[in-house]
C-alpha cells in the first residue's frame, strides 16, 4: 500500500515552461487536493477534487490546472511557470472532505528561474 | 491576522524534556489536525481530534473548543522529534494551516 505518490521530488523550470506535477492514491480516497508551502505561511490550497470528474478551485489557483479523469490520479499542471510559482508543492488525498485523516505525498521542490 | 496561529514559532529542547505546542484558531471548526514534517521530507498526519484528548506513545494532543485552543504535548523528547508541527483546523470547506512550529531536540 504505497499511499499517497507524488512526482517529481525536485525540478527545475525555465520561466514559461509548462509541467504537470503527478499524483496518484491507491486508497480509493474521494477528495484529493493540491497545496504550495512557502517561508512563513502555512500551507495554501490550489485545487481540489471531492470525485472523478469533479475539480474547483482553491485559494490561489491562478497559473495552474487540474483534472481528475479517475479516482486515482489528481495531476496539477502549471501552464507558464513563473518565479512566484517557486515553492513546495503537496498533494493530499482523504476519504472525504469531512472530519477524516489526511494523508500527504512527498511534496515537490519547485524552482522557477 | 491569520486564522490559526501557532506558538511558539521555534523552540529547542534537551533530550527528555516535556514539550508543549499551542494552537489558537479563529473560526468555526469541525475537526483539528496536528501534523508532523520532517526536514527535507513528506508531511504525516499525527492527530485529528474534535473534542477532548488523544494520546499516540509519548505524543498527547488536547483541545477547547470553547476556548479555541488546542494543544501538542510530547514527553521524554528525543532527537528524532526535531521536526515542524503543523496545526490545521476544517472549516467549512477547507483545511486551514497554521504556519508550523520549528522543534529541535538535542542530546
Known amino acids: 500500500n504505497a499511499g499517497v505518490t507524488q512526482t517529481p521530488k525536485f525540478q527545475v523550470l525555465k520561466t514559461g515552461q509548462s509541467m504537470t506535477l503527478q499524483c496518484a492514491q491507491d486508497?480509493?480516497?474521494?477528495?484529493m487536493s493540491w497545496y504550495r508551502q512557502d517561508p512563513g505561511m502555512g500551507l495554501r490550497l490550489i485545487h481540489y477534487?471531492?470525485?472523478?470528474?469533479?475539480?474547483d478551485q482553491g485559494e490561489v489557483p491562478n497559473g495552474y490546472n487540474v483534472s481528475r479523469s479517475t479516482t486515482e490520479d489528481f495531476p496539477l499542471r502549471l501552464l507558464s511557470a513563473a518565479p512566484s510559482q517557486t515553492s513546495v508543492y503537496f498533494c493530499?488525498?482523504?476519504?472525504?472532505?469531512?472530519?477524516?485523516?489526511?494523508?500527504f505525498g512527498q511534496g515537490t521542490r519547485l524552482t522557477v528561474v | 491576522k491569520n486564522e490559526v496561529e501557532q506558538s511558539p514559532q521555534n523552540l529547542t529542547a534537551q533530550e527528555g524534556e516535556f514539550i508543549t505546542i499551542n494552537c489558537s484558531y479563529s473560526v468555526g471548526i469541525s475537526a483539528l489536525h496536528w501534523l508532523q514534517q520532517h526536514p527535507g521530507g513528506g508531511i504525516v498526519s499525527l492527530f485529528m481530534?474534535?473534542?477532548g484528548k488523544k494520546k499516540h506513545g509519548r505524543l498527547i494532543a488536547t483541545i477547547n473548543i470553547q476556548e479555541k485552543h488546542s494543544s501538542l504535548h510530547i514527553t521524554a523528547s528525543h532527537p528524532r522529534d526535531s521536526a515542524v508541527y503543523i496545526c490545521a483546523v476544517r472549516g467549512a470547506d477547507k483545511l486551514i494551516f497554521g504556519t508550523g512550529t520549528r522543534l529541535q531536540v538535542f542530546p
Open positions: 493530499a488525498s482523504s476519504y472525504s472532505n469531512l472530519n477524516t485523516e489526511a494523508f
Open positions: 481530534l474534535s473534542s
Open positions: 477534487s471531492v470525485g472523478a470528474g469533479i475539480t
Open positions: 486508497m480509493n480516497h474521494e477528495y
